[in-house]
């Protein structure tokens, strides 16, 4: 192979090569955030697809889980039952070796526990952002970025 070839190659390479965001620095009090003896209450408000915007389906629309500080979540579709039903678990933050810090709920459903890390990209008191990765039925994987905010209470 030529000089020119291979410094194409490379070039080539390192333009495809796929661009790591920096982890998000959690801030410390990011289960308060999170968090409330009560329970916060959070809703989507935005959901991506491998980075393209998605329409919320009605489930999604209405979709609400609740985080309280004694390590509980609750997930639910309230005043539906077209929608599949909710769950409850136990959350916790973890910042795995990569330095990137995952949202892990462990949710009980029928007779087992199914374990979910989310990748959190953002967070502030009435913001959270995760990312997650599934398998559609075809095989490929896909990325999934949901933006949930406060409920507003009335």
Known sequence: MKGWQ???????????????????????????????????????????????????????????????????????????????SGHRGQWRIL???DGYPYLQIAKYQHQDTVVVKLLIEDLSSDRLEWQYSEREPTGVRTTIREVLVLQKLN
């Open 6 to 84: 291979i410094a194409f190659l490379m070039i080539l390479l390192l333009a495809c090569a796929e661009k790591q965001r920096p982890a998000f620095d959690l801030p410390l009090n990011a289960p308060l955030m999170i968090a409330s003896a009560e329970g916060k209450i959070w809703m989507i408000s935005e959901k991506y697809q491998d980075g393209s915007r998605m329409n919320m389906s009605h489930c999604d629309s209405l979709y609400t889980i609740s985080f309280k500080l004694d390590g509980s979540v609750e997930a639910d579709y309230p005043d539906s039952q077209q929608c599949e």
């Open 95 to 97: 910042k795995e070796k």
